[in-house]
């Protein structure tokens, strides 16, 4: 049973799946019994139950016996939710998962992602011997580890600590999750790779995602703008303060939907940085720590280039992708914003210097020479 915290929260689904709106206080069942299974029902009162989604239908090539089904007491952040009906990203990062293990005998899969997520369960379901899920809150724990007891897993097999970097072991695979719901990228989350590449991962051994690639395009909108500073000269409390506060106004934001954002492109879209976790070498500095990358870039438009909204592309393995632009996902997108936006013209050429360092993407534009 999942018991809604957030008055408002809608599960956002794709085509497979139907929708509900979810007040505070309306409670759920979530079936999580088999390999892929993820069935999610609201329940309107103490006997009526209405079918929200079933994904049996997603990878499956032979049949699974579900276990019985069984209600689990939760409270699940608005986030978590629309990452479980993420069908495309859960389903991917299963066919990832069963692509490694089945040519790794005896494997053993650290789970690193963050709050909620059954990803170390459907590990174990897919043929790893040994789960370290990391990171979790005690309510999660406990969450994680009933799934893994309904679901017919030794809890022998299954580990819980804080931390990754402390085991006494080396691993096969490391599973983590690169960007936020809200379309960022997650703090110390490359930083945390490659410790984890070079403190418990084996030498042959792989982190999901394997890659990522970050685009971009340059956008003119009044409405991005209008959010990130004070527009008007109005007195507070007779002091004029909007320049102060705009002085100190943040360039980087995130939750935008670029689908509904008003906006006029001004550049066609080009990459602005790939990683490579997987990379081999022997330097204990990974070349996706550090970043500095020159981007020419032609404008299509006239008009003023509020900032840049960028989103990622999350390779699972070389066949299969994710886009965090996608309109079915749950991420959203962010954006650097210029304190001046440059007037540009079309036909205009521009370099986009693009420096990533310490989890921070740090963007400049200027004229071609």
């Known amino acids: 049973m999942i018991q809604i915290g957030t008055g408002g929260d809608i599960f956002n689904t794709n085509s497979k ?43 499956t090539t032979n049949s699974i016996q579900s276990l019985p089904s069984r209600c689990l007491s939760v409270t699940l ?99 983590t999750e690169l960007v936020e719901p809200c379309g960022g990228l997650r703090q110390q989350v490359l930083e945390d790779i490659a410790l984890a590449r070079l403190t418990c991962l084996k030498r042959n051994g792989v982190v999901l995602p394997v890659s990522a690639k970050v685009y971009g395009m340059c956008i003119a909108s009044e409405q991005l703008s209008n959010h990130s500073a ?35 492109q001004m550049s066609e879209t080009f990459q602005l940085f790939e990683f490579n976790f997987n990379e081999s070498g022997t330097s204990d500095m990974p070349s996706y720590l550090e970043q500095n990358n020159a981007v020419d870039i032609q404008v299509i438009n006239d008009g003023k280039i509020t900032g840049i909204v960028y989103w990622f592309d999350l390779f699972m393995t070389k066949k299969l992708k994710l ?18 936006s440059p007037y540009v013209q079309t036909g205009d050429k521009m370099i986009l210097t693009a420096i990533y360092k310490n989890s921070c993407f740090d963007l400049k534009l200027s004229y071609s020479s």
């Open 17 to 59: 799946m139907s929708a509900y709106s979810l007040v505070n206080g309306d409670s759920c069942s979530l079936n999580s019994s088999s390999r892929y299974d993820m069935q999610v029902n609201k329940i309107t009162d103490e006997t009526d139950l209405h079918r929200v989604g079933d994904c049996s239908d997603m990878l």
């Open 77 to 175: 952040e608005r986030e978590e939710i629309g990452r479980l009906n993420d069908i495309d990203r859960n389903s991917t990062y299963c066919t990832a998962i069963q692509d490694l293990l089945k040519n790794k005998k005896n494997a053993s899969v650290i789970d690193a992602t963050q709050k909620f997520s059954p990803l170390g369960i459907q590990a174990m379901k897919l043929g790893a011997e040994q789960i370290l899920i990391t990171g979790k809150s005690k309510k999660c724990e406990r969450i994680l580890r009933d799934i893994a007891k309904f679901n017919g897993i030794d809890d022998a097999s299954l580990m819980f600590a804080d931390n990754f970097d402390n085991q006494r072991q080396m691993w096969d695979v490391f599973i």
């Open 230 to 264: 004070v527009r008007n000269d109005d007195t507070t409390l007779g002091f004029k303060i909007a320049a102060l506060i705009n002085d100190f106004r943040i360039t980087n934001h995130v939750d935008i939907d670029l689908s509904t954002l008003p906006y006029t």
């Open 323 to 340: 886009c965090t632009l996608d309109r079915g996902s749950h991420w959203k997108q962010a954006a650097v914003l210029f304190k001046k």
